[in-house]
């Protein structure tokens, strides 16, 4: 029942606004914080976007003779468009598509070394970073993207290719849609959402340190058998636990079986 004095009912529309943008509003109608660059991560409820792939032609390295005659400003200029377009991109999904723009069949030891001299080198002026095998801007780490994986190319679709913050994200929006699951489902539910179809125990493996970031943050929080988001979006109009003072949805149902998707 709710108390007197509640403010869930107006917490439960403004969720509603959050969970379903109105892209087409503009001006006054918008917030204007959302033009703000985030500080840290923060999840996003924007509806699921098709994963964009940067057209062969768009880095025009072809017509050298060898991938080491490509002038520096080409190559750079290549790799911010590969970065600004699927970013943020795995070095290999990297490597794939200014192998593919250069008419290059084979990533070599020495073209391997050329490229990742020259990712690292606009890094202090054009604010792209590099995060272990990734390369993004910064603001693709703070406001990741929920993509389709499923409708990017096939040797791009690789549980391996897709960021962390991006796999955090999944998660984080799957706990939201849940009131009462368990990790495995949770995880099976974020991956299928963004074209992932198995989870699998690489999957599990590859999903665990994303959900550890999410508890570390306290983005989410933990008990026995009970997982509960601390965020402020589908939580805010749920009852609150005795363990959890935040009303939120609750991963970890002991009775739950993961529904894995086929």
Same mark, same amino acid.
């Given at each position: 029942m709710?108390?007197?004095?509640?403010?869930?009912?107006?917490v439960?529309i403004?969720?509603?606004?959050?969970?379903?943008?109105?892209?087409?509003?503009?001006?006054?109608?918008?917030?204007? =914080?959302?033009?703000?660059?985030?500080?840290?991560?923060?999840?996003?409820?924007e509806?699921?976007?098709?994963?964009?792939?940067?057209?062969?032609?768009?880095?025009?390295l072809?017509?050298?003779?060898?991938?080491?005659?490509?002038?520096?400003?080409? !190559?750079?200029?290549?790799?911010?468009?590969?970065?600004?377009?699927?970013?943020?991109?795995?070095?290999?999904?990297?490597?794939?598509r200014?192998?593919?723009?250069?008419?290059?069949?084979?990533?070599?030891?020495?073209?391997?070394?050329?490229?990742?001299?020259?990712?690292?080198?606009?890094?202090?002026?054009?604010?792209?970073?590099?995060?272990?095998?990734?390369?993004?801007?910064?603001?693709?780490?703070?406001?990741?993207r929920?993509?389709n994986?499923?409708?990017?190319?096939?040797?791009?679709?690789?549980?391996?290719?897709?960021? &962390?913050?991006?796999?955090?994200?999944?998660?984080?929006?799957?706990?939201?849609e849940?009131?009462?699951?368990?990790?495995?489902?949770?995880?099976?539910?974020?991956?299928?959402?963004? &074209?992932?179809?198995? @989870?699998?125990?690489?999957?599990?493996?590859? @999903?665990?340190?994303? !959900?550890?970031?999410? @508890?570390?943050?306290?983005? @989410?929080?933990?008990?026995?058998?009970?997982?509960?988001?601390?965020? =402020?979006?589908?939580?805010?109009?749920?009852q609150?636990?005795p363990?959890?003072?935040?009303?939120?949805?609750?991963?970890?149902?002991p009775d739950?079986?993961?529904?894995?998707?086929?």
């Amino acid at each position: 029942m709710q108390g007197p004095g509640s403010f869930r009912d107006f917490v439960g529309i403004h969720e509603a606004v959050t969970r379903n943008p109105e892209t087409d509003a503009k001006g006054g109608a918008r917030p204007p =914080a959302r033009l703000k660059p985030p500080l840290r991560w923060m999840p996003t409820f924007e509806p699921l976007q098709p994963y964009e792939t940067v057209h062969t032609s768009e880095p025009a390295l072809d017509g050298h003779d060898s991938f080491h005659d490509i002038p520096v400003a080409d !190559l750079d200029h290549a790799m911010l468009r590969i970065v600004d377009t699927e970013g943020p991109v795995h070095f290999r999904v990297l490597g794939d598509r200014l192998l593919t723009a250069a008419g290059v069949s084979r990533l070599g030891s020495r073209i391997r070394e050329r490229i990742d001299f020259h990712l690292n080198a606009p890094a202090e002026s054009e604010s792209l970073e590099r995060c272990d095998d990734f390369a993004e801007r910064w603001q693709q780490y703070l406001a990741p993207r929920f993509r389709n994986w499923a409708e990017a190319p096939e040797k791009t679709r690789d549980l391996d290719h897709i960021h &962390g913050t991006e796999l955090m994200l999944c998660l984080f929006r799957a706990v939201a849609e849940h009131e009462r699951a368990d990790v495995d489902t949770v995880m099976n539910d974020g991956i299928y959402a963004i &074209g992932c179809i198995r @989870l699998t125990q690489a999957a599990r493996k590859r @999903l665990h340190p994303p !959900l550890e970031t999410l @508890l570390d943050a306290t983005m @989410l929080s933990e008990r026995p058998t009970v997982n509960s988001c601390s965020g =402020a979006r589908r939580c805010c109009g749920n009852q609150p636990s005795p363990q959890n003072d935040h009303g939120c949805p609750r991963i970890g149902d002991p009775d739950g079986e993961a529904n894995q998707h086929t």
